[in-house]
Structures are given as C-alpha cells and as structure tokens.
C-alpha cells in the first residue's frame, strides 16, 4: 500500500469537496462514451431519466464511519458527474438514508430523483415516509415505493393521497429475486401505478414473459434492482473475456455489457446497481452512453453468457 503525507481521511475530505477530474464530462473521462447520456420517459410523466441510477442496498448502510461515509459521498459526486438522477433506498437498508443525507448536503439535490420506500406492517407509513424525508435531507420525495409489497393495501391508498396532495410525486410497489410476480400483476393491473421495481438481469429473465409486456401495456415505468446479483454475476463472467462484439454496443467492460442488456429493453426505464466504489460507479455509468444492443444481440448476449 502506497504511503502519502496526507491521511486517507484528508484526501477523501479533498475529494467530497470537489476535484476537478471527478467533475469532467464523461467523454472526458471514458474515451468510449459518446453524445448526449441515455434516457428514457417514465410513462405518466414524460419526465426523462438517464438509464442508470444507484442502489444503496448494503454499499450505503456504514453506520457512522466517517470515512467510509465520505466514500459513499464520493460515489455520488461521480454519479452526479456523469449525468445520474435516480438514488433508490428504502428504510430496510440501515444507515443508507442518513449517507445519502450527507451528499445531498454536501453536494446540492439539483440533479436527485429521490426514490425510497415505505416498509412496515403497521399503520405509521406517513410517519416513516416523513423520517425518510428528514433523513435524505429534501423537500419532498420524488418517488415513494411500497417495499416487497408489505402491507401494500393500507399503505398504497395513502401513497396515491400523498400523490394528489403533491407531498410526493410518482407512486410505486416493488419485489425482488423473483418473489410474489403473481400479486405484483394483479396490482399492476387494477391500481395506477407509475412505477414497478422487480429484479431483471441476462440470467434472471422471468419478468419477460408478463411483467415488463404488462408494465408497458399500462403505462408503468420499471425500475431493474439486483442487476448483477448483488456482484455474483460480475465475478461469475469476470474470469472470462469481454466479447469482440462488445465493441458493437459501446461496452468496454462487463458491467456495461450486462446493464446494457437490461436497460436496452423498451420496458425498462431505469437500472440502480449499488456499489460503493468510484470508480465501479463510473465503469456502471458508462452504460448510460453509445449504442445500445438490439433485439439480435440481445440474444446473443444470452446465448454467449449462459455458455460460459
């Protein structure tokens, strides 16, 4: 390990501040993005959002180590930098809120969708939410989930309330590995949802079949977690090479091939990975730039990963 004058604390307060090749624009940074970033309109809306985000799902949750919170600062500025907008985290996820409080602190919330969850089985969802709010250190909160569908007929109804007395912009529900597709179509299909989180990766393709033909059908944008099974895919395909072909969709590493593979379905509006790394966070949103698979390689993304 290399030894500096300066503490590793003190460098990564010189980073939260700002360096100035965090700020470059991406093209600067990556040679192998190009143009404008990607995104795509959440249905109700029209609204735009680039097609990566970040999760926060256990890479947020550090407690009060400060400087493993001035890490998770950094990875926002990063994300910030190269054109994300939507941080997804939930009350499940320990000190995750309160760490994205601090980079919405420290760093503005002029480019932040917020999307969390409400998760409990009793009565106190607005409660919760307000926490959530304090927490994050907003306004108000763009998007607000039912998490893994607890308690979703109390706490759906008084989402859509919130939603028409703007304390809250879009309203959605969320599963994931697969778990209660069935529940999840029946809501989908009698409730007017503008969002639905479900897990979707080259390996995990159930949601094809019903819920993403489905989410389009009715107007419901799709937010993609779990998108490298929590890191196990990556280290799965790592120990085998890039294809060639990659080249063809701007892919120069794993991470944006298979994130390309997600957020290349029309269905699909935004994928969150969640890394406390900066500069997996800058592999992830170069998937976000260039070409995009179509439905031929798409399949032969498939055939060539599952032939590993």
């Known amino acids: 390990m290399l030894r500096d004058p300066i503490s590793r604390r003190d460098m990564l307060r010189l980073l939260v501040a700002g360096s100035a090749v965090a700020l470059l624009p991406p093209r600067a940074v990556h040679g192998q993005t190009?143009?404008?970033?990607?995104?795509?309109?959440?249905?109700?809306?029209?609204e735009?959002?680039?097609?990566?985000?970040?999760?926060?799902?256990?890479?947020?949750n550090v407690g009060d180590d400060p400087v493993a919170r001035a890490e998770c600062v950094e990875v926002m500025q990063a994300f910030f930098a190269h054109g994300g907008r939507l941080i997804d985290s939930s009350p499940m996820y320990g000190s995750s809120q309160s760490v994205i409080g601090d980079g919405v602190s420290k760093l503005g919330a002029s480019r932040l969708f917020s999307a969390d969850k409400v998760w409990t089985g009793g009565s106190e969802g607005r409660a919760q939410i307000a926490e959530t709010r304090r927490r994050w250190r907003v306004r108000n909160l763009d998007l607000v989930q039912v998490h893994n569908l607890l308690n979703w007929k109390e706490?759906?109804?008084?989402?859509?309330?919130?939603?028409?007395?703007?304390?809250?912009?879009?309203v959605g529900i969320t599963t994931s590995e697969g778990r209660r597709?069935?529940?999840?179509?029946?809501?989908?299909?009698?409730?007017?949802l503008d969002f639905v989180q479900v897990t979707y990766n080259v390996m995990d393709r159930e949601v094809e079949s019903r819920i993403l033909p489905l989410a389009r059908e009715r107007g419901i944008a799709v937010i993609v977690n779990r998108p490298f099974r929590e890191g196990a895919l990556i280290r799965d395909?790592?120990?085998?090479?890039?294809?060639?072909?990659?080249?063809?969709?701007?892919?120069?590493?794993?991470?944006?091939?298979?994130?390309?593979?997600?957020?290349?379905?029309?269905?699909?509006?935004?994928?969150?990975?969640?890394?406390?790394?900066?500069?997996?966070?800058?592999?992830?949103?170069?998937?976000?730039?260039?070409?995009?698979?179509?439905?031929?390689i798409r399949r032969r993304m498939i055939a060539y990963v599952e032939g590993l």
């Open 155 to 170: 706490h759906l109804p008084m989402l859509l309330e919130m939603k028409a007395a703007k304390q809250i912009r879009y």
């Open 181 to 192: 597709h069935r529940e999840i179509e029946q809501i989908m299909r009698s409730q007017p």
């Open 48 to 60: 735009e959002l680039p097609l990566v985000g970040l999760g926060s799902w256990i890479t947020f």
């Open 237 to 296: 395909v790592a120990r085998h090479p890039l294809p060639g072909w990659a080249r063809e969709i701007d892919a120069a590493n794993w991470p944006q091939f298979l994130l390309k593979f997600i957020v290349s379905h029309p269905a699909v509006t935004c994928a969150i990975p969640a890394t406390s790394s900066v500069a997996h966070v800058r592999e992830n949103m170069g998937a976000s730039y260039g070409r995009l698979p179509d439905e031929q």
């Open 34 to 46: 190009r143009g404008q970033i990607l995104t795509r309109r959440i249905p109700s809306s029209k």
